[in-house]
């Protein structure tokens, strides 16, 4: 195969007239996610690329989505909000360090089509720190529908610019499209209270394992019970 590459590298350069100069790309800048373990195992989230934050519900997505727009507005960035399914809460977002001011919430009424077209437009027109397309309410059959074309074209909208694109979702469907995936799952829950009677849920600890560097981190934050 080394032989093959080299060989077919003397054409190319033979057909040109001068020697290729083949470059990888370089390493994107990454941003924290404000999360320090989590951190510490993907080294940020990536600018310029599609992340992919996955998991079934109560596996703290959610939580690790609000602490991703916490630390991106903390850090005075514009961020958008295309909430495909009505499920995004100011007030909580507020409660977790999100400040709204600087925060663009587009309401998509139950549609992921819709979802995917405003996230494009929003892309395109430039300016926003992180653009989040949340399915995550979205049923895995409809999100799976958007073609990998569409994420295709996401991806290469995305490119060379400084923003962050992140999809959430229950199941990942940008699949080779995203440059980093980041799946969560519930791991332990507290209660309090009797088994016989009602408890009260206090804690649930998620882990998030990445797909970039296979590296698992344990906990990677605590959801707590209000």
């Known amino acids: 195969e080394q032989m093959g590459a ?59 989505l609000l602490g991703v727009l916490a630390a991106a507005t903390a850090r005075q960035e514009v961020c958008a909000l295309v909430d495909a399914e009505d499920a995004f809460s100011p007030h909580s977002a507020a409660d977790a360090g999100v400040h709204l001011s600087h925060l663009l919430w587009v309401r998509c009424g139950h549609s992921a089509e819709h979802a995917l077209k405003a996230a494009d437009l929003l892309i395109q027109g430039g300016g926003f720190g992180l ?26 909208a995305v490119e060379h610019t400084p923003t962050i694109l992140v999809g959430l979702a229950r199941q990942s469907n940008a699949r080779t499209c995203a440059s980093l995936v980041i799946e969560c799952g519930r791991h332990a829950a507290t209660w309090s209270g009797a088994r016989s009677v009602s408890r009260l849920l206090r804690t649930v600890e998620v882990r998030a394992q990445s797909t970039d560097r296979r590296k698992q981190c344990s906990p990677v934050f605590t959801a707590r019970a209000i």
């Open 6 to 64: 080299a060989v077919l590298l003397k054409q190319f350069e033979s057909i040109l007239g001068a020697p290729l100069d083949w470059q990888s790309r370089p390493e994107p800048e990454r941003a924290p996610t404000g999360i320090a373990e989590l951190d510490s195992a993907t080294g940020g989230l990536p600018r310029g690329c599609l992340t992919e934050i996955v998991g079934p519900a109560s596996s703290g997505r959610t939580s690790l």
């Open 131 to 156: 653009v989040v397309m949340d399915l995550g309410d979205t049923a895995p059959h409809t999100a799976r529908r958007i073609s990998l074309a569409s994420w295709f074209r996401l991806r290469r």
